[in-house]
């Protein structure tokens, strides 16, 4: 008998925790939310002219990095890329990119979020280069 008590104390016990991590859970899946700034509309930039990449990016969870992006939409290949380590649930990216003579054509600006529990979200804006 007393078992058969234990065992049911043991199961409300569980079933108890079983929903506050499941709260936990969907807190931990939650993607951070990334707004690209600037450029907000497609614009032409020359060599030497600086790309002005302005986003801010938040989560829920705290952010572990926010990274930086410039890759061409034919072909995929990236011109540039930036990594800033993040120990907060907030960031403000505000950056200068001259344009390199391997950046030509359309260009897709990325700010990717990634979250201490490795959500990731993306911001992305087409621009054109020569």
């Given at each position: 008998?007393?078992?058969?008590?234990?065992?049911g104390?043991?199961?409300?016990?569980?079933?108890?925790?079983s929903?506050?991590?499941?709260?936990v859970?969907?807190?931990?899946q939650?993607?951070?939310?990334?707004?690209?700034?600037?450029?907000?509309?497609p614009?032409?930039?020359?060599?030497?002219?600086?790309?002005c990449?302005?986003?801010?990016?938040?989560?829920?969870?705290?952010?572990?990095?926010?990274?930086?992006?410039i890759?061409?939409?034919?072909g995929?290949?990236?011109c540039?890329?930036?990594?800033?380590?993040?120990?907060?649930?907030t960031?403000?990216?505000?950056t200068?990119?001259?344009?390199?003579?391997?950046?030509?054509?359309?260009l897709?600006?990325?700010v990717e979020?990634?979250?201490?529990?490795?959500?990731?979200?993306?911001a992305?804006?087409?621009?054109?280069?020569?």
């Amino acid at each position: 008998m007393q078992k058969i008590l234990a065992a049911g104390l043991l199961l409300t016990a569980l079933a108890g925790c079983s929903k506050k991590d499941n709260l936990v859970d969907n807190k931990q899946q939650e993607a951070p939310l990334v707004k690209l700034i600037k450029p907000t509309q497609p614009e032409f930039y020359r060599k030497g002219e600086n790309i002005c990449v302005t986003a801010n990016a938040s989560s829920q969870n705290q952010l572990s990095r926010v990274s930086l992006y410039i890759v061409q939409t034919t072909g995929g290949r990236t011109c540039f890329r930036m990594d800033y380590p993040v120990n907060s649930a907030t960031f403000l990216l505000d950056t200068e990119v001259p344009v390199q003579s391997d950046m030509t054509g359309n260009l897709a600006i990325q700010v990717e979020a990634r979250d201490v529990f490795g959500n990731t979200s993306v911001a992305r804006q087409v621009i054109s280069a020569e």
